[in-house]
């Protein structure tokens, strides 16, 4: 095409950025609720087990497609063979999908950092979980509802707005600047507020309910499952946003070493998380604000638990602050990576300059995430879009990614350009780690499905599942067949990899 690919300026710079993208509310609203659902100190073992047998060798995985093919997902498949294309597709349109209500997290977060200051949320577990739901959110009982929020509309467009400017800008002077900026500040914010939560009464006890191990949940299959949804989920893998921002990696780049250091970077991230909203659960307890049997994971822990928190602990609004800029923070360069995604196939596809391609892309999504997310039934098409998206499409993305390159006899092709290129070579055990990564894969969908089927979604009414839930996945599904059928601009597709 007429536009050469942009690089990031350095090997850190892409670390920067991926790790921006892995350490995200997974790491601190999700990890530190599903390891203490799941056996709390006991539950470091399949979860490191995960992390070095399917975290590691699918982020190698992603790599070895985005480098070598030096391309979005879905052209990156398709130069590996064109039979492969619909799946970068897939990986998209899960991205689109995740993209439309991120922001509206993002957003939340903005507000809250706001409200901690004057603690309008009120400071009882009741109060704060009202507030959240009717004044906030002002949710409806209703199905579906355009009764818009003004604040969190405006919000969610100020995110957006954000998001183009960044992307608009590029690879290097948007994703990689954003990123060696944000990160370095995210870690230095979130170490004072671990400390701010640590030297509180009662954080001792909070550690030791997060620590304890139940050594029983290691014979529990469950566990298991939870401990590869998280590492999947976490290290951002399986579904086009490592290949992507591995795609703009000069030639010679270390890319085994660089996958550890990002690994291993968001795993201490999601330690450091736990033992921080722990400590602050266990203050909360001490404080008698709530009992242990409450403790809750996701919007519940941020959006509820937090604010209570932050409203009975000494300078709770410094505290509060720091909290929610972490999730903005955390939460952004996410997103970034996400939408970036989108961005890079349809430029590929379209021959279209960065500007034309992030605006083609982000007003578009833009108006979706608008339409969707700021009305009085938002939180539930968000829920019910999470939910669908991430134990569903990114689950079977990851599947049929590895099962299709494998059937097809290409990944000792996409070993040696590892090894041709890394420091730390991988063997066949990385074959072996693949193999078992699409077994744990194809259990854990199969019951995710089979709840869904039989079970519903949260007691969600049908037609609210039917559209957000089954109707997003046949989305996907069509609208990446249609996309494979749409022509290349320019023939792109055939000028084979560049640089080569
Ligand atoms: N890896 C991110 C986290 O741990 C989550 C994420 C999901 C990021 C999807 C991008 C896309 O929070
Ligand atoms: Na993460």
Redesign the pocket.
Known sequence: GKFAREKFSSRNVFVFAAIG????????W??PYVAFENGGGAFLVPYVVALLTAGIPLLFFDYSIGHRFRASAPLAFRRLNRKLEPIGWFQVLV?VI?AVY?AAIIGWAAWYAYFSLDQRFGSSLEETTSFFTGDFLQMSEESFSFDFVGNITIMIAIVWIGTIVVLALGVQKGIGRLNQFFIPLLIILFVIMVIFALVQDGAMDGLNQFFTPDWSVLTNYQVWIAAYGQIF????VG?G?MITYSSYLKRKTNLTSSGLVVAFS?SAF?VLAGIGVFAGIGFLVHAGGMAWDDVQGGVGLAFFTFPALIASMPAGEVFGFLFFACLVL??FT??I??VEVVISAVRDKLDVNRVNGTLIVCVPLAIISLLLMPTATGLMTLDTLDAFS?QIG?VACALISILAVALMGKLPGQRDHLNAVSSWRVGNTWFVFLAATVVVLAITLFFTVRDFVVDGYEEYPDAVVNTWGWGAIAMVLILGIALTFTPWKKGLELTGVPGL
């Open positions: 993208s892995a350490v995200g509310l997974g790491n601190i999700r990890f991205s995740i991120y989920f976490s290290l951002s579904f946003i968001n999601e955390a939460g996410s997103m990576s996400i991430n990114i």
